[in-house]
């Protein structure tokens, strides 16, 4: 049974860095990419970005662009998500998924204070 389980969530400033973390079991981790994305209240989920097999590869939505950054270590089965410059637009709930099969965490919720 694959599970994804999000981590590292919490309250920073407006400036501030938090680092998210995914951890991954039950697959065979580096046979996916994997995806973040997140949900604002009353908004829809809109993808953050994603990272491939290797992580030699990395796209983002161009509200991220230049202040996240996805990583990952396969030997960890863990993906994570660097965030610099946050604002509070950034405040939301943030997911991790393997992208294209339906594979997601629970979430880890980031607000950001002005």
């Known amino acids: 049974q694959v599970q994804l389980v999000e981590s590292g969530g919490g309250l920073v400033q407006a400036g501030g860095s938090l680092r998210l973390s995914c951890a991954a079991s039950g697959l065979t981790f580096s046979n996916y990419r994997l995806g973040w994305f997140r949900q604002a209240p009353g908004k829809e989920r809109e993808f953050v970005g994603h990272?491939?097999?290797?992580?030699?590869?990395?796209y983002y939505a161009d509200f991220v662009k230049g202040r996240f950054t996805i990583s990952r270590d396969n030997a960890k089965n863990t993906v994570y998500l660097q965030m610099n410059s946050l604002k509070p637009e950034d405040t939301a709930v943030y997911t991790c998924t393997v992208l294209g099969h339906g594979y997601w965490g629970q979430g880890t919720q980031v607000t950001v204070s002005s």
């Open positions: 990272i491939t097999y290797s992580g030699s590869n990395t």
